[in-house]
């Protein structure tokens, strides 16, 4: 293995520059899957890809992100990109190669109360897991039915595809389908080790490396509780791995429901059942639920219900009702959770004994922050449910959002709720001094029928984004002028010892 390192560096041009576009022409037998995982390309690609989540080009500014258990963040990454990504390179085509041990962190649920838990990865370990997970994709793909909606790539999956086809059966049926929906209890810290190494055999009989790089995963050492263990069941939460396993060890259940014609679809671990039949529900449910527990799973009994024909229904942040798609509560939970923290009410004077003209002043103040904020919020795609826009069939839940934000800001001036808080405070202010609305927002979107883009969000608020951009490049000013004079002073150094030619 050593002299095949040696050869294939030699090949590869490692000892001299990692940035030799073409992959090595390996002389040993190995995969066509392994040599695309390791090439340079592709590694190149999943850090592209990890940075771009992390990074805004406009601003020139990095993101929040969480380092793993080496320290190394972003910017020690691209410090020195070229060694960086060669030792991830080297790191695969080594014979030893076990991962960096992982940390759990516990991210807060929206149910309250209850905790997520998230392993932080090594930024090392996640561009090579990346790059094995672009490599994956591609080759997994051919298994996978049309019931699958997660983690895929193209127009024809995602949430917003899957909630167009239950619209689509609902509206084929008149709504009159009886509904199955449940959830896999703990999917990813339930998944069968050694099942997924066996179904991963049969899959890739002849790519032995990548089988040995997925059992490193899956056996990657976690800290828990100040102890160092090495988990028997389950695969890593947070990973790029961990969303291609979690559609490829239950796609012989999408076989299965494809073949039997069910109106069945899933995401990750997400279940529905559609049917007009009441029996052939009752046969598709216990049929889910035997070929769960062949894989080790079980559904969870609170999250596993049953609606008659016509009963409302939520899936994937949806609200399904009378043939039409509405926001969901657990979005509409998030929008009000974003607006609490928006307009808390401590964070102005209290106006409560002042006059109209002062209270419009602080109105308008308030507007503006505002409209920021839902700029900023809807511009770069932070709440999921934004996407539905075009989705969504009427414009009641935008309604009760935008009169729940006025209510809010009524209550952040005056300080006491009270019906008369609306006759202080009327309706027409907000329109005279500039509140854009969220319904205001989907009828715009509606009228074009596709989600208007990042320059679009900014023309319907006005100048008022362009001040949010400006307060984070303001926020970021230092490091812009020393990243520009560092700049500066390469271009002297390269001109002062002749690499640069002046005509």
């Not at 052939?280 to 527990?293: D, N, T």
């Amino acid at each position: 293995m050593a002299a095949f390192r040696r050869r294939s560096q030699a090949k590869a041009g490692m000892g001299k520059s990692f940035s030799i576009p073409a992959s090595p022409p390996f002389k040993v037998s190995l995969g066509k899957l392994f040599a695309q995982i390791v090439s340079p390309e592709n590694i190149r690609e999943a850090y592209r890809l990890i940075r771009e989540k992390h990074y805004d080009p406009y601003l020139q500014y990095y993101k929040k992100f969480a380092s793993g258990i080496d320290g190394v963040d972003l910017r020690d990454f691209d410090d020195n990109l070229e060694a960086q990504l060669k030792a991830c390179r080297d790191f695969l085509l080594a014979e030893d190669r076990p991962f960096y041990p992982q940390i759990l962190r516990k991210v807060p649920k929206d149910t309250p109360g209850k905790f997520r838990e998230i392993y932080l990865v090594a930024l090392r370990d996640k561009v090579m897991q990346k790059a094995m997970a672009l490599s994956l994709v591609e080759r997994f793909e051919k298994l996978y039915y049309p019931n699958l909606f997660s983690y895929r790539n193209g127009r024809s999956y995602g949430t917003i595809a899957a909630a167009r086809r239950v619209r689509k059966l609902l509206q084929a049926h008149d709504g009159r389908l009886f509904v199955y929906k449940t959830d896999i209890a703990d999917y990813f810290d339930n998944i069968d080790q050694g099942r997924l190494l066996d179904m991963l055999r049969e899959a890739l009989p002849d790519e032995p490396e990548v089988r040995g790089l997925v059992r490193q995963f899956v056996h990657q050492r976690k800290f828990w509780d100040g102890h160092l263990i090495s988990p028997i069941r389950g695969i890593p939460a947070g990973s790029s791995l961990s969303t291609v396993f979690a559609n490829f060890y239950l796609w012989p259940l999408d076989r299965e429901m494809f073949r039997g014609d069910y109106h069945y679809l899933r995401y990750g671990d997400d279940i529905l059942l559609l049917d007009p039949d009441p029996a052939r529900i009752e046969a598709g449910s216990r049929r889910i639920a035997e070929v769960l527990a062949g894989h080790g799973l079980s559904s969870s009994p609170h999250k596993t219900l049953r609606k008659a024909p016509g009963e409302a229904f939520e899936y994937l942040g949806y609200r399904f009702a009378e043939g039409k798609i509405h926001i969901g509560s657990v979005a509409m939970g998030r929008f009000k959770q974003w607006a609490y923290e928006q307009l808390v009410v401590d964070r102005y004077r209290d106006y409560s004994n002042k006059t109209d003209e002062e209270r419009r002043a602080l109105l308008k103040k308030i507007i503006l922050d505002i409209n920021t904020g839902l700029a900023a919020t809807l511009g770069l795609r932070q709440l999921p449910w934004v996407r539905a826009f075009p989705l969504v069939d009427d414009d009641s839940r935008f309604r009760r959002m935008d009169a729940f934000i006025k209510d809010r800001i009524r209550l952040a001036i005056l300080r006491r709720p009270s019906p008369r808080n609306r006759r202080l405070i009327p309706e027409a202010w907000f329109r005279e001094l500039g509140y854009k609305s969220l319904t205001g927002a989907y009828h715009r979107i509606l009228r074009r029928r596709s989600l208007a883009p990042y320059r679009g969000w900014r023309r319907y608020f006005g100048t008022n984004f362009e001040m949010f951009l400006q307060g984070r490049e303001k926020k970021e000013g230092l490091a812009r002028k020393w990243a520009n004079l560092k700049g500066k002073l390469r271009y002297v150094r390269q001109a002062l010892n002749g690499e640069i030619k002046f005509d």
